[in-house]
């Protein structure tokens, strides 16, 4: 029997999973911090995976026409290929993997892996506007609940760009540490999908941009939050790394500003004395600020700011 299932609990998602898709019991779990496999899949480039999933339905419908197992292997591959990059695919894999382990591979299927890319694509839009319309809370505030049902007519949306809700295969029992909750145990990427957000409106969980990456992150625990702490390909962590960040650059633009305001000031004290009139001083303080601003943005380094203050 297969096995895949998901669930929530405290600030982590959970995946168990039967790693070759048929003994019936959940060899394989991945974790990853809350909402982190919606926010993930959402940000994936479908150039990325389209191609794949593609290719895995031209392998099956050789498959069936010319009778042989390689290009099913080589479907299997394409698939797994997909599961690695993103625990979303991992139970499009393991679902092919079982019925091609049992022998109910079907023709219809080819059809249904063409059409998924488009489906998929679909559901990534409205998902993304529902994010946008329901959880953002800078855009739309925190009442996530208030906002869910302003949008919706029991569970449909008012906009039929907005995500339709629809029955998940759910169960409850036992999860984690002896704690029981609700377990997904889905049967499409849609239900995953679904699960996830209807989760984040159960709790109330609105989310926000890291003002650093730009990604979206739940906001849990402190509501003024500004920066992220989800996982980067460097491995850092916007919420440790942002604020030296910030200050660094803070520190540099008033280093900026000190230079150009005690050149300012000494040349506007030149008119003064003569050595300077108003129109000479106007042009410097338009070129002035123009370097400034090429400093600030680290166009020119500080030396080269100094250099052109000294020198103009």
């Known amino acids: 029997m297969w096995t895949f299932k998901m669930y929530f609990q405290d600030d982590g998602e959970f995946f168990e ?44 419908e050789q498959s069936f026409s010319t009778g042989g197992p390689a290009q099913a292997d ?13 625990i979303y695919f991992q139970l499009l894999y393991l679902r092919c993997f079982e019925r091609k382990a049992t022998g109910s591979l079907e023709p219809r299927m080819v059809e249904e892996l063409r059409l998924l890319p488009a489906q998929l694509k679909v559901y990534q839009e409205q998902a993304r506007i529902f994010l946008e319309r329901i959880l953002d809370i800078d855009r739309v505030g925190r009442e996530v609940r208030q906002n869910t049902r302003t949008a919706y007519f029991f569970d449909k949306p008012h906009d039929p760009d907005l995500f339709h809700f629809e029955p998940v295969p759910a169960s409850f ?26 989760e984040c ?17 739940p906001i849990i625990g402190r509501i003024t939050a500004e920066y992220c702490s989800r996982p980067s390909a460097s491995g850092k962590l916007c919420r440790s790394t942002a604020p030296v960040r910030k200050w660094a650059e803070s520190r540099r633009s008033d280093q900026v500003f000190q230079e150009y ?25 338009k070129a002035a600020k123009a370097r400034k601003k090429d400093c600030d943005r680290e166009v020119i380094s500080m030396d080269e700011f100094k250099e052109w203050l000294k020198n103009s």
């Open 17 to 60: 999973y039967d790693p070759f898709g048929m003994t019936g019991a959940a060899g394989t779990e991945k974790a990853f911090p809350y909402l982190e496999s919606l926010l993930s899949f959402l940000e994936l480039d479908p150039e990325d995976w389209e191609p794949l999933i593609q290719q895995a339905a031209s392998d099956l």
């Open 74 to 86: 080589r479907m299997m591959q394409a698939l797994g290929e997909l599961g690695a990059r993103h």
């Open 173 to 198: 029992g036992v999860i984690r540490n002896g704690e029981c909750g609700e377990i997904l145990y889905p049967n499409t990427i849609r239900d995953l999908i679904d699960f996830s957000l209807r």
């Open 201 to 217: 409106v159960k709790r109330e969980i609105p989310v926000r941009r890291c003002r650093s990456c730009g990604r979206y992150f």
């Open 261 to 285: 305001r005690r050149e300012y000031k000494r040349r506007f004290a030149w008119i003064k004395t003569g050595k300077l009139t108003e129109e000479q001083f106007a042009a410097w303080h």
